[in-house]
């Protein structure tokens, strides 16, 4: 199987790179928050994370705007979609991203038949 690269460097590469060389590699969203340094709340869920990596226990986080980094890969963190938490399966091709966009907040909207106390233009209902 291929090995995932993300602009021409592998996971494992781009995990072991000091933070100057990493800053050439990712997009400016990113880039700016690397700059920045990481928030409390986000050095703390990296540590719970490095932790959890000798116990394989998943983590649950309400950080939906945390990038997810190459040292992630392999894990399972929950992730809360303002009513229950997701489990999310990080795999290579989600490296950069948030973890937001894999705990969909939205569920699909599905309408039932017509039938008692329906609009007057769908009150009917054909008998079968």
């Known amino acids: 199987m291929e090995e995932k690269k993300f602009r021409g460097k592998s996971i494992g590469d781009l995990s072991n790179m000091q933070k100057d060389e990493l800053l050439k590699v990712v997009n400016s ?3 700016r928050r690397l700059k920045r340094n990481f928030t409390d709340q986000e050095k703390k869920l990296i540590d719970k994370i490095e932790r959890s990596k000798k116990t394989n226990k998943p983590v649950r986080t309400h950080l939906r705007e945390m990038f ?21 399966e990080i795999k290579p091709n989600m490296v950069f991203h948030r973890l937001g966009e894999f705990a969909i ?4 909207v599905k309408h039932g038949t017509p039938g008692l106390s329906a609009t007057r233009s769908s009150s009917f209902v054909p008998i079968k």
């Not at 992730?79 to 997701?86: L, P, R, S």
């Not at 907040?105 to 699909?108: R, S």
């Open 105 to 108: 907040t939205v569920k699909q």
């Open 68 to 88: 997810i980094l190459p040292s992630f890969v392999g894990l399972t963190i929950n992730v809360h979609n303002g009513k229950e938490f997701v489990p999310v």
């Open 29 to 31: 969203d990113l880039r």
